[in-house]
Each structure stands twice: as structure tokens, then as C-alpha cells.
């Protein structure tokens, strides 16, 4: 219908029509997350259409076109610009306060998010929220997205308590407005869920779980089983059930988010991350490195071709990447790994305490022992009053092995007991994890 319309207003010379056809056929195209290079041909047409008539709504379209391609491919620092753009041609021609300037701006808001430059987010955030709860009333549907992608950035500030607060603010509106089945409903279980993981509190998974469920369904009953975004859902289900130590349940939730992605998007699409390093997570836990270091180098090859070799969407495969070889003794590789990394996820504060008992264990395999006891004890630490998972108990042996190195049996000992107490109810399939806890504690009890 776009494709048309289009060349119609070519055909007839009409610049404002044709400039905002262009504009709404760029983001149709870029939504899927898979046709970026067509979807900014678009964006571009709109821009160089509309140059002759600058004032005009389409000319503000064109802008904001060119922003929601960008941010959708991962751009944020273009679409940064063109959001701003937007937002300031909004201003100008039809007021602060219109519903045009104020939708710029809370693009503008969330591209500020993903840029982790949470303060100036969240500042953007507020100003469109007293706007808009002023205009529609602070129930409004409208006002509840606002609620849900502010909280995003809350959540990816490191701040999930605010985070929680936010997505239930969303879900309580949009419960209210639309009943309990509309996908915007399951849309926020989905985001409650994922607040209450971050949080990480021991009763928080039993709730998240919960919302989870529901997302799921809610998802299904309106989009159909194979929905694309299901994917996510269904990886984070798989996280709960990997903490329990259920492995088996775990593996048959991605392999059903992998088979969507595959049918949808492709294996090695960007949008495949997620359920992609949660399967390489899986894979490690049972020791079978090998299949976790081939999923990783698949998924960091195929990050690096879709936003190049400098983006922070990579962070997720480059730190699973420098775990793997650091189990298998590639010490230099690991360091690289965990350099880049790093240099790529500056503020974000998840990012660095990964970064810092990664670190960590490459002090205590180059025998540092002090060095190590440091940066493990501190990402330990981190995560007190968080359920003791796998990635706590594996930071826990680690710690016990560099206190174990420094002289200091006596602190090890109940690090290394709690460790073992977790990785034993995963069964045989952590019988790798247990029996090198079980070396540890022997040589402990050796002295």
C-alpha cells in the first residue's frame, strides 16, 4: 500500500505527500528489524523530498522517520540526532506542548536511555509526562507508555526498585482501560517480570515467574504462538528455571524461542541475542564448553555484521566469550574480550560488575591472589540480598579459590560449602561443577 502510494506522488509531483508516504513506509519496513538498508533508502527519500517544503508536518515526519530507522537498527547516536532534530522542528511549527513535538521527545527520551545517558533520559521523560498526564489525565493509556519506557531506562540505570514501580504504574492503567487480555497488558507483565529479575530478590522470581505466564499467554491468545517478541519472553522464563536448576525445562523453553526466531527473523539476526546467550549460558552450566564458545563466536560475528565492530549490543557475547576462555585457560583471549567489553558498556553498571569478577578470575589465574579477592569479593558482594544462583555460585568458588591462595582457608571454607549445596541440586548434569568444588574442599580441609 506504501510502495504505491508512493509512486503516485512521484508520478504527480506532490513533495508533501510523497515525503510523508516515505516516511511511514521507512518505518514500516524497519520495525521487523530486518530490512534496515531499504528502510533508510526511505527515510532519505523523505528527507530530500521534503528539503523544498521545510515547515510542514511532513517535513517533521521525514525527521522523525529518519530517527525511528536509526534507533531500530541499533544507531543510537544517529538517531539521537534526529530525534533532536524532530523534536526542535515540532517546537518551532506547531508548539512544545503538540502531540508532534512531545512524540519526538520521547523518542528522543528513550534513544538517551540506550545511550546510557539515564539523567538526560529521564529528564526528557518527565517534561513529556506532565505534558501529557495534563492533556489526557494521569490514567490515560497514553500516559502509561510513557510510565512503561521511562521505567525501561530505570531498569537499565541499575535502578529496579523505581524500574518495578513504573512497569506496575503501566499495568495498572492499561489493565484498567483494556481488560486483562490486550497486548499491552502482556506487554507489562512482560516488563514487571523483568524489574523483578533485575531486583533478583529470592521471592522476586516467584513473582516474576508468574508475570511471565502471562505475558506468554497473553501474547499467544492475540499474536498466535509464533509471534516474533514471544522469543524474549520465553528466554527470560528459561533464566527462571536455569536458577532453579532445571535445566532440562530450561532447554525446551529456547529451543522453542530459537524456532521462532529462526522462522521470523533468522538464527543469526540481532533480535535472536537474547534466547542465543541463554542457550550458550545453558551449555555452560552442564560444561559443554564447546558447544557454548561455537553458539557465542556465531552470535558475535553476526552482532558485529549487523552494528559493526565498536556497538554495545555486542557486550552480551564478548563477556560470555571471555568466560569460556577463561575456563579453558586462554588467558590472553579472555583479556581481550573482557577489555572490549568493557571499553563498549562505559555507565552501565550491570556491565561493570561482569566486567570486575571477570577480571577477578584473571587475577587469580595469573596469581594475583590479592588482586582477585578484591574484585570477587566486590562482585559478590553486589549481589547481596539477591537470589544465590548459578552466577553466585560460581563467584563464590571462584573467591574461595583465590582466599585459598592467599592463606586464608578458614573464610573459603563456607563459600565453598554454600557453592556446593547449590550445584548439587542441578543433579548429573552439574556433576562437573560439583566434582571441581569438591577438589577445592578437599584441599581446604587438607589446609
Keep these: 500500500m506504501y510502495t504505491r502510494a508512493a509512486w503516485l506522488a512521484m508520478e ?7 515525503g510523508l508516504v516515505a516516511a511511514g513506509l521507512a518505518l514500516t519496513i524497519a520495525l521487523p528489524g530486518d530490512r534496515w538498508p531499504e528502510a533508510r533508502m526511505w527515510a532519505r527519500l523523505a528527507l530530500a523530498t521534503t528539503s523544498r517544503i521545510p515547515r510542514g508536518r511532513a517535513r517533521f515526519q521525514a525527521l522523525h522517520a ?67 498526564a495534563q492533556v489526557y489525565g494521569p490514567k490515560h493509556p497514553s500516559v502509561a507508555i510513557l510510565h512503561n519506557n521511562r521505567a525501561v531506562t530505570l531498569r537499565e540505570a541499575g535502578r529496579p526498585d523505581e524500574a518495578l514501580a513504573g512497569f506496575a504504574t503501566a499495568l495498572e492503567i492499561w489493565s484498567a482501560a483494556f481488560g486483562p487480555d490486550h497486548p499491552d497488558v502482556g506487554l507489562a507483565h512482560g516488563n514487571v517480570a523483568s524489574a523483578l529479575m533485575a531486583r533478583g530478590r529470592p521471592d522476586d522470581f516467584f513473582a516474576a515467574e508468574e508475570h511471565l505466564r502471562r505475558a506468554i499467554a497473553t501474547r499467544e491468545r492475540n499474536f498466535g504462538p509464533g509471534d516474533p517478541d514471544l522469543a524474549v519472553e520465553l528466554a527470560n522464563l528459561a533464566v527462571l528455571y536455569m536458577s532453579r536448576l532445571e535445566l532440562d525445562e530450561a532447554e525446551r523453553l529456547l529451543a522453542r524461542a530459537l524456532q521462532i526466531r529462526e522462522r521470523t527473523v533468522g538464527i543469526d539476526h540481532p533480535l535472536a541475542t537474547i534466547p542465543s546467550v541463554v542457550l550458550a549460558e545453558l551449555h555452560g552450566l552442564r560444561s559443554d564448553f564447546t558447544t557454548q564458545r561455537r553458539i557465542l563466536q556465531r552470535l558475535l560475528r553476526a552482532l558485529e555484521r549487523a552494528y559493526g565492530p565498536a556497538h554495545a ?44 569478577a571477570l577480571r577477578g578470575r584473571l587475577a587469580l589465574r595469573r596469581g594475583d591472589a590479592v588482586t582477585a579477592i578484591e574484585l570477587l569479593a566486590r562482585s559478590l558482594h553486589a549481589r547481596e540480598g539477591q537470589l544465590f544462583e548459578y552466577t553466585s555460585a560460581d563467584l563464590a568458588g571462584e573467591l574461595a579459590r583465590a582466599l585459598r591462595a592467599a592463606g586464608r582457608p578458614a573464610e573459603a571454607r563456607p563459600l565453598v560449602e554454600r557453592a556446593l549445596a547449590y550445584f548439587r541440586g542441578g543433579g548429573a548434569a552439574l556433576a562437573g561443577r560439583v566434582a571441581e568444588l569438591e577438589v577445592l574442599r578437599r584441599d581446604l580441609e587438607r589446609g
Excluded: I, K
Design 12 to 18: 504527480v509531483g506532490d513533495d508533501e505527500r510523497l
Design 66 to 132: 529518519n530517527g525511528g530507522v536509526e534507533y531500530y537498527a541499533g544507531e543510537f547516536l544517529a538517531a539521537e540526532q534526529w530525534f533532536a532534530q524532530a523534536a526542535t522542528h515540532g517546537a518551532q511549527h506547531f508548539g512544545r506542548d503538540s502531540e508532534l513535538t512531545q512524540t519526538a521527545t520521547a523518542m528522543l527520551a528513550m534513544t538517551l536511555g540506550r545511550l546510557r545517558r539515564y539523567e538526560a533520559s529521564l529528564a526528557q521523560f518527565d517534561a513529556v509526562l506532565a505534558g501529557q
Design 313 to 356: 549490543n555486542l557486550t552480551p557475547a564478548l563477556v560470555w566469550l571471555a568466560d569460556v576462555e577463561l575456563r579453558d585457560g586462554t588467558l590472553d583471549l579472555a583479556e581481550v574480550y573482557v577489555t572490549r567489553a568493557a571499553s563498549l558498556s562505559v555507565g552501565d553498571p550491570e556491565v561493570e560488575r561482569v566486567c570486575d
